[in-house]
């Protein structure tokens, strides 16, 4: 590995930028102990009360509580893979819960004295208590919680223990005896002792990664002291604290080590230097417990007061990989190269499938690495962390150039600038400095490109790389920017959305030279071309492409303001970059795990030339698209309004019906609809077929989906009485009673509306319809609705009144049984009624009442024949209508006008007949005189005479 001491002689190192933000804070009873949740959102906390509480820090939610005893709850961990929470208390028992039910799994009696602290094995089913009665014990879940080993060595109070993450069959306690042991799973006794505090050991800790065998102690003596547990030496001491140091431990991702004391501090030192870089004090009282999760940048505190959650800087892990799809990233100070080219990627490789890749170590770096990022040649790259840059050659990863610097960016043309600590940019050149400048605003951040940004809280500035001089200045304060190969476009990335801009190069270059700038810049040298609302996590241009990742986790890309989803991801992913020979993109996840994505560039070329309305351009590069790509191709014309094309080059047959239905082409809606074969794309085509007036399509496709809403809808409007009656059928099988039920309403089949609502068990309503258009059935309905009704309320079934018992209750029954009889043989003689006929009748037959009608052409209910074809027709709707149907249409119009002539005469004289009698009945009777030569007529004679008229 190079040496670097010979480039730092002289160098005064700064302290490392190292942001610290408060995710949670959770006020409660001292706390003793705090866990993280390795997949929830969660943070355990177990308190002096003898609670457990936990808390979601990302709702600042207290989610669940445990009331687990009366006394302290020292210690409590999550075992995720079981869903339980394991707690050791003061009354010297081992609880376990499920956090899901809240149930109590177990406990027992486990320590003959308080039990201060558990560890959990991070692969086996093992997990170690330490107690203050000086020992420490296994204890196995799979064998019933089971007490596999006792260790005993401790002279005092054993108050931690922690796993060795790299050998997990090797442990570590500290004690108040002022030692630190080391143990092996299969021996009760120690391997080694560490000694050197002056007064008791309070925590014990391994470092996580890296090539260190190092151990951190905290001890009431205030110091913090780190071991080489291989060598058995101590190799620092870190003072500062001014009281006991309860708790220290190693940060899980980053070189730096955390400490808490009752003096209410939590400090924070560099791993690598041993010095003090910041010291956090959230007015908590005293400091007790820390707790961190592998894999992440959070830290709990567990405080007098409550517990906080802090992160440390950002999660995203350095890296870069050049244009030729050479990778480099940071394990800790290790810097690890990978090929993209030994990557086995071909045509049968799946989107997101984790690539195998030869990782090789390149070298190291003195500083933590926070950035790492190639020249744009790919010969160099720049290491950034703790306040300083270095330069490394990319192959051989040999030293160019290192100095203090806080922000450094790359020019295209390889020259690059840094912001040091005093907020001075410096721009080099070959890696000479050719310029200094100290700006009149506090810089936030540098971007690099094509024009050097410097970001202030409220504004952006660009400026030439060559002279410093300000091109323009916007109104913004963005994450990042990202410019495009050719330095025409550039895309702000701000925290709720992104922008892409136009750069006119030459525009802006004659306004400098003429001197034509604003305090604002050269204002026309920037336009705005879209706005997309998405958060960008990171993004590349691949030509006029831009490819990025957002926070709702997809892979996406835009062109011409049109968004296209690449690919869903399943977890946090970061992009590497694209590989126009692979036709991919490479992203990377926290583990450095590599996924890849299929982009093809024909696909981004053909968009561009349809955006540039160049379609001869894009006829021409449409055979080299791949099938599988056609269906994107096909949405993104969509997205453009070009339908019909979308239409001819979408393979999709789902996609091809919806563009069908939109250019309202029936013939390919109903061939696709016959491949796709769903009910709802059938439902969907007989819609658009009624709005075009193609009724028999409408109808097919009714019948296909099953749409029985429809078909009545259609059935009706047509006047189509057999397809009323299959539609009755069909509904009924299919158990849509309402629509069987209006097809035989409006069919005139009362009967079978009343077996319908009948074998329904709407037996009440069948004895209303029935009462109203078949009073013939009446009395058995209702003997059917006693029957029902008694078995829930026998007075209620006793209250129903049968015609047939109670005629004088039901007023008119008797002529409304003559009406049914004349009507159901008015319908038999004259057919169903066609719908046109519905034009031709009076305003008042929608309001006849046939009993009133009956009752002025008849004497009386019982002299109604109902077998008169006078009275039959009559009480038609529309009478001899079925002889209309089958005469010519004039005919039809004879026949019906005469028919209604004799109608209308027979009711007049029936009506002048009753009149007459009323004016007799209320004259004197009289004998009538005999008309002469004519023999006396006897009074049963003259009772069953008829009227010539009649006649």
């Avoid at 409660?28 to 509480?53: A, F, M």
């Avoid at 506090?442 to 660009?462: E, I, P, Q, R």
């Avoid at 960008?536 to 835009?558: E, H, I, K, P």
């Avoid at 004497?859 to 006078?870: I, L, M, V």
């Amino acid at each position: 590995k190079p040496n670097h001491t010979p480039w730092r002689q002289g160098y005064k190192a700064t302290m490392v930028r190292l942001d610290v933000k408060r995710k949670l804070t959770a006020r409660s009873d001292r706390v003793k102990s705090v866990d993280i949740h390795p997949t929830e959102p969660w943070v355990l906390s177990s308190l002096y009360n003898g609670q457990i509480h936990i808390w979601n820090y990302q709702t600042q939610t207290l989610v669940k509580t445990f009331e687990v005893t009366d006394l302290p709850v020292r210690t409590a961990k999550f075992v995720a893979k079981k869903q339980w929470v394991i707690a050791g208390s003061d009354d010297m028992y081992i609880r376990v819960f499920n956090y899901n039910t809240m149930k109590k799994v177990k406990a027992w009696e486990a320590h003959s004295d308080y039990i201060r602290c558990f560890a959990v094995h991070p692969a086996q089913s093992f997990f170690l208590s330490s107690s203050d009665d000086m020992s420490i014990k296994l204890w196995d879940w799979d064998k019933n919680f089971q007490n596999v080993m006792t260790f005993e060595g401790h002279t005092h109070y054993v108050m931690m223990v922690a796993f060795n993450p790299k050998d997990t069959n090797t442990f570590a306690t500290a004690s108040l005896d002022r030692t630190i042991k080391v143990w092996g799973l299969n021996s009760p006794t120690p391997y080694f002792t560490l000694e050197g505090h002056e007064k008791g050991v309070n925590s014990v800790d391994y470092m996580m990664d890296g090539d260190k065998p190092y151990l951190v102690s905290g001890a009431d003596d205030r110091t913090v002291k780190v071991w080489d547990y291989q060598n058995k030496t101590c190799v620092a001491t870190l003072e500062g604290h001014t009281a006991n140091v309860c708790c220290a431990c190693f940060h899980p991702e980053l070189p730096f080590i955390v400490s808490g004391s009752e003096d209410g501090t939590v400090r924070i030192w560099n791993a690598n230097t041993w010095r003090a870089e910041k010291t956090l004090n959230y007015s908590m009282d005293r400091v007790w417990c820390l707790g961190n999760l592998r894999g992440t940048h959070s830290v709990a505190v567990g405080y007098d007061e409550g517990a906080i959650l802090i992160k440390f800087g950002r999660e995203e892990p350095a890296f870069s990989m050049d244009s030729t799809g050479k990778a480099i990233w940071a394990k800790h100070n290790e810097i690890l190269t990978v090929s993209m080219k030994s990557a086995v990627v071909d045509a049968n490789t799946a989107d997101g499938e984790r690539l195998a890749v030869s990782v090789k170590e390149l070298g190291t770096t003195e500083v933590y690495p926070r950035v790492l990022r190639h020249s744009p040649n790919g010969r160099f790259v720049v290491v950034v962390g703790e306040g300083e840059y270095t330069i490394y050659t990319a192959l051989a990863w040999r030293n160019k150039s290192f100095g203090a610097g806080v922000d450094f960016v790359w020019e295209p043309s390889g020259g690059y600038a840094v912001r040091d600590t005093a907020g001075r940019i410096r721009i080099f050149h070959n890696f000479a400095e050719t310029k200094s400048v100290k700006v009149d605003f506090s810089v936030d951040s540098l971007f690099g490109g094509h024009l050097l940004g410097v970001k202030s809280a409220k504004f952006l500035n660009f400026y030439s790389w060559s002279d410093f001089r300000l091109v323009r200045r916007i109104e913004a304060t963005p994450k990042a920017v990202y410019w495009s190969d050719n330095g025409e476009l550039l895309c702000i990335a701000g925290d709720a959305a992104f922008y892409v801009l136009r750069y006119d190069a030459a525009l802006a270059a004659a306004a400098l030279a003429r001197g034509d700038v604003t305090d604002d810049g050269v204002e026309e040298a920037f336009s705005v071309l879209h706005e997309v609302s998405e958060r960008v996590r990171a993004g590349q241009w691949v030509g006029d492409c831009f490819v990025y990742t957002n926070s709702q986790n997809r892979l996406c890309y835009c062109v011409g303001g049109n968004v296209v989803t690449i690919a869903h991801l399943e977890r946090h992913m970061y992009l590497l970059g694209y590989i126009p020979k692979d036709n991919r993109v490479y992203l990377v996840d926290k583990s450095f795990a590599v996924v890849s994505f299929r982009l093809h560039l024909s696909v981004i070329n053909y968009q561009m030339a349809v955006l540039r309305d160049n379609m001869e351009l894009a006829k021409q590069l449409l055979p080299q698209i791949p099938q599988d790509q056609l269906p994107r191709i096909a949405q993104f014309l969509e997205s453009r309004g070009l339908l019909v094309l979308s239409m001819e080059i979408t393979t999709e047959p789902e996609h091809k019906f919806e563009l069908a239905l939109q250019l309202e082409d029936l013939a390919i809606a109903q061939r696709m609809a016959e491949v796709l074969g769903q009910d709802h794309k059938w439902k969907q085509l007989g819609e658009l077929a009624i709005a075009k007036c193609n009724f028999e399509l409408a109808e097919q496709c009714m019948q296909r989906s099953g749409d029985c809403a429809g078909l009545l809808l259609l059935y009706t409007s047509m006047g189509d009485a057999d397809g009323m009656v299959k539609l009755a059928a069909l509904a009924r099988e299919k158990g849509e009673n309402n629509v069987a039920f209006a097809c035989l309403l409006q069919l005139g089949r009362v009967d079978d509306c009343l077996k319908l609502l009948c074998d329904t068990g709407r037996v009440s309503e069948a004895a209303f319809l029935a009462r109203t258009y078949a009073p013939s059935r009446v009395s058995a309905i209702v003997k059917q609705w006693r029957t029902e009704l008694s078995a829930v309320n026998q007075k209620a079934a006793e209250a129903l009144a049968d015609p047939l018992e109670y005629a004088n209750l039901f007023p008119d029954l008797t002529w409304a049984l003559k009406a049914e009889e004349l009507q159901r043989k008015a319908r038999e003689k004259g057919g169903a009624l066609p719908a046109r006929a519905y034009a031709r009748l009076d305003q008042s037959f929608m309001t006849r009442n046939l009993v009133d009608e009956l009752k002025k052409a008849a004497p009386s209910a019982e002299a109604a024949d109902t077998n008169d074809p006078t009275l039959i027709a009559l009480l038609s709707l529309l009478p001899v209508a079925a002889a209309q149907q089958e005469a010519p249409e004039e005919e039809k119009k004879a026949q019906q006008v005469q028919v209604q002539v004799q109608v209308q005469e027979q009711v007049e004289v029936h009506v002048q007949e009753q009149e007459q009698e009323q004016e007799q009945e209320q004259e004197p009777p009289q004998e009538p005189a005999e008309p002469p030569g004519e023999a006396p007529v006897s009074e049963e004679e003259e009772e069953t005479a008829e009227p010539a008229d009649q006649q």
